[in-house]
């Protein structure tokens, strides 16, 4: 069958393009978008040049913002306090004169050209999004949005470059954000952890910050194809610039960088509730949304096979490992021959499925652990039950030195040794947590597992305790 895109002419009746209308500064007239033209005037002017604008030092550039902003109806949406200050600051005392004439004469008009041309680069950014449709024979919205709660959807950027750390990983795995349930966190104001630090070395993220929404308890955000341009050092106010970085991952069948992240927010400060059932489910839960191969999927009504799992319907997996790092730094955990039957259905909303996607393992590491508060050696569990329930096929766990993760790898070679599957794991983790929530005891999950790795039971194993409670 063939496939027509929708024309400029249907702009006005396009949801994607209606939801994101009422917060960006052009209008629709005759279904074409437009600069307000008390505005393109006023834009038209800074593209001629400081000659022609009259903008030719911080305290100008300041007042001609601000009068575009009045233009447009954003002066109640104020400023920082000293943002006039900042302007004046940085353009006329801390760079030279000769950067400053080269930033009003050069950079400034190309900046405004750029900005006249927002209106036919939005027309084209969705006329790319239905070309693609029609190129892919994939039945998914793809045109920029913004997404509700519970909205599954893709936002292609056509005008974006796609493309010891998680970020550093080079086997293709899917790279979790430690995210906040509002994408990027504190990313554009205050913070600058997991997240913040992810955020500013892979800038691109920061738009989804513009188009995504408050995650629920069973959602998740997967980004692919954000590029890497900047190395660092140090974290939260120890952060610093190191550097440019050249992103060296490859590209996928659609020219975006091979980099998969996942937003999975944890649970805020819950000290001793995370040990409750209720907000491990809501733990493990949000973990899966995030490792959930999304192209397996429903066909007809019937749920993709998996194998090994009972009447209850609690997995069978087998959780395994393989060839384990000497090093506490990162642990390979890998769940082997674990697969669920693949279905694509390109009739279903929302289908479809990235380059090898059910390939792809997990990098991940302390989630929720740092500001947040949560147990490392809790949230190390949760996150091995919830890919190993997804049927991926590793996870690198990086342990960022945390001192009560330095025998997470005996621990994992003791389970794997035993050939524990999930559910087992899984009834120990609940076991321990409802010891821990009402007081029966103040030990970690490894030493509490495995009382060889309690130093002061360790100094009894001759009498003949067990492996495990």
Not at 30 to 52: C, D, Q, R, Y
Not at 154 to 173: K, N, P, T, Y
Not at 331 to 337: L, Q, R, S
Not at 420 to 446: A, H, K, P
Request: proline share 4%.
């Amino acid at each position: 069958m063939g496939c027509i895109a929708s024309s400029s002419r249907t702009m006005e009746h396009r949801e994607d393009m209606n939801s994101i209308l009422p917060f960006l500064p052009v209008v629709m007239r005759s279904s074409s978008l437009f600069w307000p033209s008390h505005t393109v005037e006023a834009i038209k002017s800074l593209s001629k040049g400081p000659n022609i604008s009259n903008v030719t030092s911080g305290e100008s550039l300041f007042d001609c913002i601000s009068d575009i902003r009045s233009s447009l109806k954003l002066s109640s949406l104020t400023l920082a306090r000293y943002t006039p200050e900042g302007f004046v600051l940085f353009f006329d005392e801390l760079i030279s004169r000769v950067e400053a004439r080269k930033w009003f004469e050069e950079v400034l008009p190309s900046l405004a050209n750029l900005l006249l041309e927002l209106p036919s680069l939005l027309e084209s950014h969705y006329q790319n999004a239905d070309d693609l449709i029609c190129r892919a024979q994939f039945h998914v919205k793809t045109g920029l949005r913004l997404l509700g709660p519970q909205e599954a959807g893709m936002v292609f950027l056509s005008q974006v470059r796609r493309e010891g750390l998680i970020e550093d990983q080079s086997d293709g795995a899917l790279e979790v954000d430690f995210a906040n349930k509002y994408l990027g966190g504190g990313a554009l104001h205050r913070g600058c952890v997991q997240e913040e630090i992810r955020f500013m070395i892979n800038p691109e993220l920061i738009v989804g910050m513009l188009f995504l929404p408050c995650m629920d308890d069973n959602e998740a955000i997967e980004i692919v194809g954000a590029e890497r341009f900047s190395n660092y050092t140090g974290y939260a106010s120890s952060f610093r610039f190191s550097g440019d970085h050249i992103d060296q991952k490859g590209f996928d069948s659609f020219r975006r960088r091979k980099t998969r992240i996942v937003a999975i927010d944890a649970l805020c400060n819950p000290r001793t509730r995370q040990y409750k059932l209720n907000y491990l489910l809501r733990e493990t839960n949000k973990a899966f949304c995030g490792f959930f191969v999304q192209s397996k999927c429903v066909v007809e009504g019937a749920h993709c096979e998996r194998k090994n799992t009972d009447s209850n319907g609690i997995s069978r997996n087998m959780l395994q490992s393989d060839e384990l790092p000497s090093s506490s730094t990162d642990v390979e955990m890998i769940d082997a021959d674990c697969r669920s039957q693949v279905v694509e259905n390109p009739d279903r909303k929302g289908s479809f499925r990235l380059d090898d996607e059910e390939t792809v393992g997990i990098a991940t590491g302390n989630w929720g652990c740092g500001a947040f508060g949560g147990d490392p050696e809790l949230k190390a569990m949760i996150q091995w039950l919830a890919a190993s329930q997804a049927a991926r096929p590793s996870i690198l766990y990086y342990t960022f030195g945390i001192e009560a993760l330095q025998n997470l790898d005996k621990v994992v070679e003791w389970i794997a040794s035993h050939e524990w599957v999930v559910e087992e794991l899984w009834n120990m983790v609940v076991e321990y947590s409802s010891q821990r929530f009402n007081g029966g005891t103040d030990l970690g999950f490894l030493s509490w597992l495995l009382p060889s790795l309690s130093s002061a039971v360790c100094e009894d194993q001759e009498d003949g305790i067990s492996e495990h409670p």
